[in-house]
């Protein structure tokens, strides 16, 4: 494959140097900025979430696979939305301490446009209403044949789940946001909006992409036009079925651990001492 590739496609499309850069230039930044930074406190987990988004960017936009994805494999392109929409995303949000957040992300002149654009039921609805708009069929190949406006759909869908994943891991305590019951029920919600797009690409049975049709056969030989469409709706749910589990997991695992925390400690809030003698208040009565 790589050999097929190599004679049909000049190093620097194989190998984006731009991309390479780029990466190169946050890494660095994000060391010497946010990391050594006395301003902000940076744990291990922090860094190991940077670092490996940075290198999963690598793979999907500096390798071979970007070509693959553009040119030959429809598979291989919903592989790459899926890996940044659904891992390097949340791993940067997590990778960024709250100081930091703060600081840049919500001040007193983003506070309005935050609130509206984070809303948690905007945001499930754009972002998943985009993303299946966007694998439509006869919208994907208008799009995928302007250069143009394949890079803008992309921004603007990585702009939607910028926010989408804002609203499930709530980096900032300030930001008004969902308990962690109704952020597990936002998770659900959104692992079954784009069921239908997943299942309809599993099940069809005719090829809709002319732009790899043309060069069936050519990366792997056995995967036909439509086994490509199949692996791309299949790869779709599983990455994203993946993350929003984890995900799910790590909210229960953060409950669990503040309701543990809770426990023993006293409610002054809701105490009124009388005569040496405590009296707990209904806190439903104000």
Known sequence: MLEFLLENHSWYALFKLHWIALIVLASYLYMKK???????????????????????????????????????????????????????????????????????????????????????????????????????????????????????????????????????????????????????LYIFLASLALFPIGFFYVIIQEAHFPVYIQVTGAIIPALTPIYDQQLAGGLLKVIQLATYSFALLFLLFKWGKLEQEKEGQVDEEHIKYVRGVVIHLDKNKK
């Open 34 to 184: 946010v990391v050594k930074s006395s301003l902000y406190t940076v744990t291990k987990n922090q860094q190991y979430y940077f670092f490996t988004g940075m290198a999963l960017l690598f793979i999907i936009k500096a390798t071979p696979i970007d070509v693959v994805a553009k040119h030959y494999l429809f598979s291989a392109h919903v592989f790459q939305l899926s890996i940044a929409f659904f891992i390097i995303v949340p791993l940067i949000i997590l990778s960024l301490p709250v100081n930091f957040l703060r600081q840049y992300i919500w001040h007193h002149r983003t506070k309005f446009a935050l609130n509206i654009l984070a809303h948690p039921w905007l945001t499930l609805i754009t972002f998943n209403g985009f993303i299946t708009i966007y694998l439509i069929p006869a919208v994907f190949n208008v799009i995928h044949a302007n250069v143009v406006l394949s890079i803008l759909a992309q921004a603007f869908l990585l702009f939607n789940a910028i926010f989408m994943w804002w609203v499930i891991i709530h980096p900032v305590p300030e930001i008004k946001g969902f308990d962690y019951l109704m952020r597990a």
